[in-house]
């Protein structure tokens, strides 16, 4: 059974939407709530940070490097940091450093700050992208079934079994060389935001396969169903019946799809990231930032460059982990609880 | 059962064909000239003109194509553009490494990951399953690299238990091989749980207890050996899984694998070595999936190779 014709299970008076009933089976699901709460705050405090911190995010200060996170301004004034910010409205003093410094004397915090900034975006759009290509093209594929089908089926198999993060190596490395025109180009058009740029679009390019499968499987068993048939009977175009008719009904597994696929592409970004193949400096990621700090593992706090960055990604992944599960539970009861 | 071999082996050689085309065209296709880079950035138009038609790379593109696959049937992959070796001489001294690195993980994953989820669908929603659970989705949201880096920070620079870094005896093995196997290990477990929580809602395992049957019997010798189709399908897969995790975890413990060997022959745009190196991990990947079809008679014989 289709997933939105359920509504008649409960014996209310008032009808219950499918997605009334999806709602109500989410709010269920603890670790979900939880979830989505702190990626809501993760992302507020990281689209706010200039807001929050009272530091420059690239402004160094060497008499300050590697200090150990502390609730206290440092004791010698000398080494009191420079706070570019007057506006910051909540966040924490001038001169406290709650994750300690880095390298260079720049606040932790305010690093992980902005660097969630990155990380989210590459993580939503990447997502958001792979989804929507996969999810159209397995939809349009499906629909027109025969050869196209056949052909497009095979091809993201083949897809499917290049080991991923290899070939995302290739893409990024080999697409950030400068020493072509149009890279240079492009770099002088974006600044810092090409490598930015570019990770999205590299990781949308091998993303894009489990929702394809996903997709097509749903929508070949959809397009046999009756008001697909009626809809088709009556003359509608076959982009109308894919689009307005179709693709609604498998809504629950992009959405599903895309929620885990938000957790995966941060991961994807950092491990780019800390290979030097993704985000570039000056742009800030928690994957780059944890290039760096592999530098510093064995000097005194040194341990703290690593371990922040990595805490936050594998909270957010965690959280996006916890929220597509129950937002599995609460769309497609059928599955039950699925690895 | 040699019929569906040979059948099976007839099916697996598109997609091969299929992955060095995407391989192949990758490389082809994307920005760089691989004669410039061969040349060096200081030779002259003339030189790299010379190498380029060594190459063969003024050719058509796809007479190149046929060119690269008759040299693949000969095992051919080229020479590096950084070392002047055979690309399929430097892959193979690379091969061992990551094929022990990967051994060791899969290992990990089928044994932990497997008692892991066979231990919690036997308590469902007892602490344990939901701490195993929570542990388990923990574990696949872990950054690969930053695993490794703590536990090299934990266990070689605060404890000086194991070393951190290297290659050598089983010592040298522990830490990467745990780093690597993590997120399978998660994955397998949960897997293993709701497979297994299925197979013993079954009307036989009733008939089963029915009869009599010990519950430890109940479960590892009838519900588990039908469990055990999708949970090998799912580790067979995760070998993809693993060899894109290697190249991370090899790059944090300075581990000489394949892993490594595609990142820096990506730094140094050794094209040659980037295309082989891919090449063998995804036919490496293409053998194992092979592998486990055939698994899945000797598991269980209901299904006919016809």
């Known amino acids: 059974m289709p997933w939105p014709i359920r509504a008649?299970?409960?014996?209310?008076?008032?009808?219950?939407?499918?997605?009334?009933?999806?709602?109500s089976r989410f709010r269920r699901h603890r670790l979900a709530l939880l979830g989505g709460a702190v990626i809501l705050v993760l992302a507020l405090s990281s689209a706010l940070a200039p807001w929050i911190s009272p530091y420059d995010p690239a402004r160094s200060n060497l008499r300050l490097r590697f200090s150990a996170p502390s609730l206290?301004?440092?004791?010698?004034?000398?080494?009191?940091?420079?706070?570019?910010?007057?506006?910051?409205?909540?966040?924490?003093?001038?001169?406290?450093?709650?994750?300690?410094?880095?390298?260079?004397?720049?606040?932790?915090?305010?690093?992980?700050?902005y660097g969630g900034r990155v990380s989210l975006l590459v993580g939503f759009a990447a997502a958001l992208g792979s989804t929507l290509f996969g999810g159209l093209l397995?939809?349009?594929?499906?629909?027109?079934?025969?050869?196209?089908?056949?052909?497009?089926t095979r091809f993201t198999d083949a897809m499917l079994s290049i080991p991923q993060f290899p070939l995302l190596l290739i893409l990024s490395g080999l697409l950030a060389s400068r020493e072509l025109p149009w890279a240079v180009r492009l770099s002088e058009a974006l600044g810092p935001a090409k490598s930015i740029l570019l990770i999205i679009?590299?990781?949308?390019?091998?993303?894009?396969?489990?929702?394809?499968?996903?997709?097509?499987?749903?929508?070949?068993?959809?397009?046999?169903?009756?008001?697909?048939?009626?809809?088709?009977?009556?003359?509608?175009?076959a982009a109308r019946i894919v689009l307005r008719h179709?693709?609604?009904?498998?809504?629950?597994?992009?959405?599903v799809q895309s929620t885990l696929m938000v957790g995966e592409a941060i991961l994807i970004e950092s491990g780019l990231s800390f290979l030097g193949l993704g985000i570039q400096p000056p742009a800030v990621s928690w994957g780059n930032m944890l290039s760096r700090a592999q530098e510093f593992l064995y000097y005194p706090n040194g341990i703290y460059l690593a371990l922040f960055p990595g805490l936050f990604i594998f909270l957010t992944v965690l959280c996006f982990n916890f929220l597509g599960d129950g937002l599995r539970d609460a769309l497609d009861p059928r599955l039950g609880r699925r690895a | 059962m040699l019929s569906y071999f040979v059948r099976r082996l007839l099916v697996a050689l598109p997609t091969l064909l299929g992955v060095t085309f995407i391989v192949f065209s990758i490389v082809r296709v994307l920005p760089g000239d691989p004669a410039q880079a061969m040349a060096g950035v200081h030779a002259t138009q003339d030189y790299i003109e010379r190498v380029r038609k060594e190459l063969g790379l003024d050719l058509p593109i796809h007479v190149q194509y046929v060119r690269?696959?008759?040299?693949?049937?000969?095992?051919?992959?080229?020479r590096s553009i950084r070392t002047g070796l055979p690309v399929a001489q430097e892959v193979w001294t690379r091969f061992l490494p990551t094929l022990e690195l990967t051994a060791a993980s899969l290992f990990l994953t089928l044994v932990v990951g497997v008692l892991v989820g066979i231990l919690s669908a036997t308590k469902p929603y007892s602490l344990y399953d939901h701490a195993s659970m929570f542990l388990s989705l923990a574990g696949l949201s872990l950054p690969v690299f930053w695993l490794g880096?703590?536990?090299?920070?934990?266990?070689?620079?605060?404890?000086?238990?194991?070393?951190?870094?290297?290659?050598?005896?089983?010592?040298?093995?522990?830490l990467p091989a745990l780093t690597l196997a993590a997120s399978s290990v998660a994955l397998v477990a949960r897997f293993t749980r709701s497979t297994l929580l299925e197979v013993l809602r079954q009307e036989y395992i009733t008939t089963a207890r029915a009869k009599g049957v010990r519950e430890s019997r109940a479960i590892l010798v009838h519900a588990l050996r039908n469990a055990l189709i999708p949970i090998v399908t799912i580790v067979g897969l995760r070998f993809g899984a693993l060899l894109s995790g290697a190249v991370l975890t090899e790059t944090v413990f300075a581990w000489p694998g394949v892993g490594r060997l595609v990142v820096d022959s990506v730094s140094a745009r050794d094209y040659p070595v980037i295309q082989g190196t891919v090449l063998?991990?995804?036919?490496?990947?293409?053998?194992?999936?092979?592998?486990?079809?055939?698994l899945y008679g000797v598991i269980n014989p209901r299904i006919r190779y016809d």
């Open chain 1, 8 to 23: 008649s299970a409960t014996t209310r008076e008032r009808p219950v939407s499918a997605w009334g009933l999806a709602w």
């Open chain 1, 72 to 113: 206290r301004p440092p004791e010698d004034p000398r080494a009191l940091p420079r706070c570019s910010r007057e506006r910051s409205f909540v966040g924490w003093p001038c001169g406290v450093h709650p994750f300690g410094t880095d390298d260079l004397g720049r606040d932790l915090l305010t690093r992980v700050l």
């Open chain 1, 138 to 152: 397995g939809a349009a594929v499906a629909y027109a079934g025969g050869a196209v089908d056949a052909l497009m």
């Open chain 1, 201 to 237: 679009v590299v990781i949308t390019a091998l993303s894009w396969m489990p929702a394809f499968r996903l997709v097509r499987g749903e929508i070949l068993s959809l397009k046999e169903r009756e008001f697909a048939l009626a809809s088709k009977a009556v003359g509608a175009s």
């Open chain 1, 246 to 255: 179709l693709l609604p009904n498998a809504l629950h597994v992009l959405i």
């Open chain 2, 68 to 78: 690269f696959l008759r040299g693949l049937l000969r095992g051919d992959l080229g």
């Open chain 2, 149 to 174: 880096l703590m536990l090299m920070l934990l266990f070689s620079v605060r404890l000086g238990w194991l070393p951190a870094a290297g290659r050598g005896g089983l010592r040298h093995l522990v």
């Open chain 2, 280 to 294: 063998v991990i995804a036919a490496c990947f293409v053998f194992i999936n092979l592998a486990v079809d055939l």
